[in-house]
């Protein structure tokens, strides 16, 4: 079994009750990570999915290692056919199989690169962990999607609901740098799953791959979709459609989520995945107001990731 997106983890109504099963009691399934050891692998910087998914491996039993490629590992190469003439020192086709070696289970973080939006969107690195490894892989973030992240989101969404039905609005606010869309496409996935009423809105030109946009609405005009909101999940991206993919199109302060836009809502809870620009993305009188749900949404990754190597344990 690999968890690489919703697809991946069956209905979801089962997924979240096994998610809450999980929470109850976290060392409940001990015995399913005895003697086996995962293997987690970052290419890009972490602290949530790093803390919370090694977390998750120590409740369940599992013997648990953390590489960071770019610290203290040989530079490694991802294309093939290239002459290694330069400073990359070894070959992801022959570091993948050493590091299964040494594991059960393998997790990788990688971003998008906005160099080649075909590579980003062929996910070409976490598809030869895929390919390469023999071993279950699971994303802790890829170029398109961020699986556990949303797993977590929607774990907090069902938490907090005060109906069958919520409105789940989810809003690009400002950021200074060009962010991959990993986030925001992985939450419209999962969201397009459940039967809550789900809204998109951004400034033209930020439209997300249809694929991840599926059946939601889409609304440019972000007061009109804000208006009876249950909960608002903010979130920065940059350009996905040509020829601006990987740009910043607009840095325009008037879609920080802040407390007018939020009295626009049903008195929504507020979410953001973190890390968060203060002042950008959200104003501090909305992040730290009694509805900002960003803390038990970050302590949901624990039981997310926990689910998601449970099922696989059970699997091996
Ligand atoms: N939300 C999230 O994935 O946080 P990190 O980048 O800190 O892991």
New binding site residues.
């Given amino acids: 079994m690999n968890f690489i997106n919703v697809n991946d983890i069956g209905p979801l109504d089962r997924a979240v009750a096994e998610a809450l099963e999980v929470k109850r009691d976290r060392y409940a399934f001990q015995h399913l990570g005895r003697n086996k050891t995962l293997l987690m692998i970052f290419f890009?910087?972490?602290?949530?999915?790093?803390l919370?998914t090694q977390k998750a491996a120590m409740n369940l039993g599992m013997n648990v290692i953390v590489l960071d490629v770019n610290q203290g590992a040989w530079k490694l190469e991802t294309e093939r056919g290239v002459i290694m003439d330069g400073d990359k020192s070894e070959h992801l086709l022959e570091a993948i199989p050493v590091m299964a070696s040494y594991c059960d289970i393998i997790g990788v973080?990688s971003f998008a690169r906005f160099e080649s939006k075909a590579d980003d969107y062929n996910e070409i690195i976490l598809n030869q962990f895929i390919q390469h490894s023999g071993r279950p892989v699971f994303s802790?973030?890829a170029a398109t999607r961020?699986p556990?992240?949303s797993f977590a989101d929607l774990i907090t969404i069902e938490e907090h609901k005060t109906k069958a039905r919520p409105k789940v609005v989810m809003t690009w606010a400002p950021h200074p740098k060009a962010l991959p869309q990993a986030?925001p496409n992985s939450f419209a996935e999962w969201m397009n799953k459940t039967d809550y009423e789900f809204v998109i809105t951004h400034p033209e030109g930020y439209e997300l791959a249809p694929e991840f946009v599926g059946n939601a609405r889409v609304e440019y005009n972000q007061d009109k979709a804000l208006e009876g909101a249950d909960f608002v999940y903010a979130k920065n991206w940059a350009a996905y459609a040509d020829p601006n993919y990987g740009q910043i199109l607009s840095k325009d302060r008037s879609w920080t989520v802040s407390a007018q836009k939020m009295a626009l809502t049903n008195n929504a809870f507020f979410m953001h995945?973190?890390?968060v620009r203060r002042g950008m993305i959200v104003t501090d009188d909305v992040i730290e107001s009694p509805r900002s749900l960003v803390i038990p949404e970050?302590a949901n990754?624990e039981i997310s990731a926990q689910t998601v190597l449970k099922r696989i344990l059970e699997n091996l």
């Fill in positions: 890009n910087n972490s602290l949530r999915t790093r919370s973080r802790m973030e961020h556990l992240q986030v995945c973190l890390p970050a990754r």
